[in-house]
């Protein structure tokens, strides 16, 4: 029906009325807009039905709605790595084709946004405790104001986390795949790592209420010619969600309380691995931050925001969901 499909209360009755008087399907005015709502519900009066009003009438002018209300917050990695300077000061030198002494390798490749979402991950499991016979110093990595030395234990860490992971090292790009992601997990001794698997939103909502951070991978560009490849891909990660509620109140043209309504909203947070660039809330499902998230989390609080960037990753979405160290 109808009155499943509309958000507004009025719209559902002013829509069913249409409905019920033969002047359009269901399936027609579950995609009119309030205006072409209201002219059919004119024409209705013009043809002579005038509206019933009645104690159950919505008085579209009198609705109101409480403040959104935060019922949930959760954001579960500590840092905002990203892929350049500091954080490459370990990687790899490779050769910069603009250095003058071309054929020297010259340049620290860039860290890989795979090495990096692993990392990031790991800070949240503090997990593994020795690496190459090194212990770990968990206070420097999950510092969420690093100095130069913390700085160098995270470069650090990230080169080795990219030779796990197999990085091909690049100036500008440096690559690898959700598989060997995997392996790296397994090769740091993490105990429980999915194989990558496409993305399915109620499992990443299972694994965010197992508070275990996801895994993503997406591609911005989608070719088709006689096969389908991707291009210009991404990982990053979500770790988090934000839930909120507001109430709507109905009253009829008398003034009386017709009815309440309770709307709600859910969003996964999004740690971009671009040193805290676009992280934020989003939509669940959508992977844009070429359109901003649509909450950015300062310090505790919430703050409307957008941005122009062109980084929308709605394609080949992968997954791997419930890492556990």
């Given at each position: 029906m109808f009155i499943d499909m509309a958000t507004n209360y009025y719209y559902q009755l002013a829509g069913?009325?249409?409905?019920?008087?033969?002047?359009?399907?269901?399936?027609?005015?579950?995609?009119?807009?309030?205006?072409?709502?209201?002219?059919?519900?004119?024409?209705?009066?013009?043809?002579?039905?005038?509206?019933?009003?009645?104690?159950?009438?919505i008085d579209p002018s009198q609705t109101i709605s409480t403040p959104w209300t935060t019922t949930k917050r959760e954001?579960?990695?500590?840092?905002?790595?990203?892929?350049?300077?500091?954080?490459?000061?370990?990687?790899?030198?490779?050769?910069?084709?603009?250095?003058?002494?071309?054929?020297?390798?010259?340049?620290?490749?860039?860290?890989?946004?795979?090495?990096?979402?692993?990392?990031q991950i790991t800070t949240y499991h503090q997990f593994p405790k020795v690496l190459d016979q090194n212990t770990l110093n968990w206070d420097a990595l999950t510092n969420s104001n690093p100095q130069i030395p913390e700085f160098e234990a995270i470069a650090q860490y990230l080169a080795k986390i990219g030779h796990l992971a197999g990085n091909s090292w690049g100036l500008n790009a440096t690559s690898s795949t959700d598989k060997k992601a995997?392996?790296?997990?397994?090769?740091?001794?993490?105990?429980?790592?999915?194989?990558?698997?496409?993305?399915?939103?109620a499992l990443v909502e299972e694994s965010m209420s197992n508070h275990l951070p996801v895994y993503m991978s997406g591609s911005r560009i989608?070719?088709?010619?006689?096969i389908t490849w991707y291009d210009k891909?991404?990982?990053?990660?979500?770790?988090?969600?934000?839930?909120?509620?507001?109430?709507?109140?109905?009253?009829?043209?008398?003034?009386?309380?017709?009815?309440t309504s309770l709307t709600k909203q859910s969003f996964f947070h999004c740690n971009w691995g671009w040193a805290g660039l676009y992280n934020g809330f989003?939509?669940?499902?959508?992977?844009?931050?070429?359109?901003?998230?649509?909450?950015?989390?300062?310090?505790?609080?919430l703050y409307s925001t957008s941005n122009n960037s062109t980084y929308n990753y709605q394609y080949d979405l992968s997954m791997m969901i419930n890492i556990q160290s």
């Open positions: 069913q009325r249409v409905i019920d008087a033969g002047m359009a399907t269901a399936e027609e005015m579950s995609n009119k807009s309030r205006a072409e709502i209201h002219q059919l519900v004119s024409d209705l009066s013009v043809d002579g039905e005038e509206p019933v009003i009645g104690p159950n009438t954001i579960m990695i500590p840092v905002k790595w990203g892929q350049r300077y500091p954080f490459n000061i370990a990687t790899p030198l490779v050769f910069n084709p603009f250095y003058p002494n071309i054929g020297e390798l010259t340049e620290h490749a860039v860290v890989g946004c795979v090495a990096v979402a692993i990392g995997r392996k790296a997990f397994l090769r740091l001794g993490y105990s429980y790592v999915p194989r990558p698997a496409k993305y399915r939103q989608k070719h088709q010619f006689i891909g991404h990982a990053w990660v979500v770790d988090g969600t934000l839930e909120r509620e507001r109430t709507y109140t109905f009253y009829n043209y008398d003034g009386d309380i017709v009815s989003f939509r669940k499902g959508v992977f844009n931050a070429s359109e901003g998230p649509v909450f950015q989390d300062r310090n505790g609080q």
